[in-house]
């Protein structure tokens, strides 16, 4: 696990954000390239006329109007980006979705209060030192994927719908796990997932926003609670081996009792079991096989001499 995420809340993540470029403030060049022209369509006429001596309040006539159209075109003229719409409020009131593409606006009447983007949008959450329903404190980080679908909704129901989102996507998380014991929250994140997309998407649906996915990107326990929890799984293991090894036990001697009731009722198989031994032990050059003579005589072999000779003529034979 990664101990060295990086925790944020909603406010901190929105604060950390990029400021904003030219393009996001929607200053199409467009409108400013109409602007300049208009500029220096109106200084060059006053200066011409001034040249040739035309009466100043004449010059005022046609600067003063070239310039207010070149800031009216300015300010009238939007361009909205394909995955964009802009809410235009006249007068206070909604007039309207506008975009994408070129649409205007009336300057002083019409203002555009909000841009919404219905691209899929990515927001981290994170909480931290949450209890579990086992009171257990957990960091957990995770991930949520979103988008507007009612433009009008986004921007009239809720103030700032970026930050709203992110606030309530980290109570759901902190709701969730706190109905959650620690064991269900490291085997069971599937369900965690499906449990915060559906919690945060009831909550977002009157917004105009819909959650397309919720993944959990880390889990971090304490670490004393990680080590006890390791020292378990390590124990568990070695219980699991043991067990293992008494039935391996149980199964030969059960398998060693069914052969000695078969050499009960069979002495020559025990005979020649006893040869197999003795024959298999004198392979090894140098090998030293001390036979007790009790067994000897129980299994009825004869000498010890005997049967060592016999055993080292056989492997002579085949040496």
Do not use: C
Request: glycine share 6%; charged share 20%; net charge neutral.
């Amino acid at each position: 696990m990664d101990t060295g995420a990086e925790h944020l809340s909603p406010f901190r993540y929105l604060a950390k954000a990029k400021p904003l470029s030219m393009a996001d403030q929607h200053m199409n060049g467009i409108s400013l390239f109409i602007l300049i022209v208009f500029i220096l369509l109106s200084t060059g006429g006053a200066v011409i006329m001034d040249n040739l001596k035309i009466k100043d309040w004449i010059i005022f006539a046609v600067y003063i109007p070239l310039l207010l159209k070149g800031f009216y075109l300015f300010f009238a003229i939007q361009v909205a980006r394909q995955w964009e719409k802009a809410v235009v409020l006249r007068m206070g009131k909604m007039r309207g979705l506008r975009g994408p593409g070129l649409f205007w606006i009336v300057p002083i009447l019409d203002t555009i209060t909000t841009w919404i983007d219905h691209r899929v949008m990515v927001t981290p959450f994170s909480a931290e030192k949450t209890l579990t329903r086992d009171t257990v404190p957990v960091n957990v980080d995770a991930v949520l994927f979103w988008l507007v679908w009612d433009a009008e909704k986004a921007a009239l129901e809720v103030e700032n719908y970026r930050a709203a989102i992110a606030w309530a996507s980290q109570t759901a998380l902190r709701e969730v796990i706190g109905q959650m014991t620690l064991a269900d929250i490291l085997i069971g994140r599937n369900k965690m997932d499906a449990d915060l997309q559906r919690i945060i998407d009831e909550r977002t649906t009157p917004w105009g926003i819909t959650v397309q996915s919720v993944e959990i990107r880390d889990i971090v326990i304490p670490a004393d609670l990680e080590d006890a929890m390791s020292r378990q799984a390590q124990a568990e293991r070695e219980r699991q081996a043991r067990v293992i090894l008494g039935e391996s036990e149980m199964q030969i001697a059960a398998s060693f009792a069914e052969a000695s009731k078969a050499y009960i009722n069979n002495p020559t198989a025990l005979h020649l079991r006893a040869m197999n031994m003795l024959f298999e032990g004198l392979k090894e050059k140098g090998a030293l096989v001390i036979v007790p003579s009790s067994a000897v005589d129980t299994m009825n072999l004869g000498g010890i001499s005997g049967i060592t000779a016999m055993a080292q003529q056989n492997i002579d034979k085949i040496q």
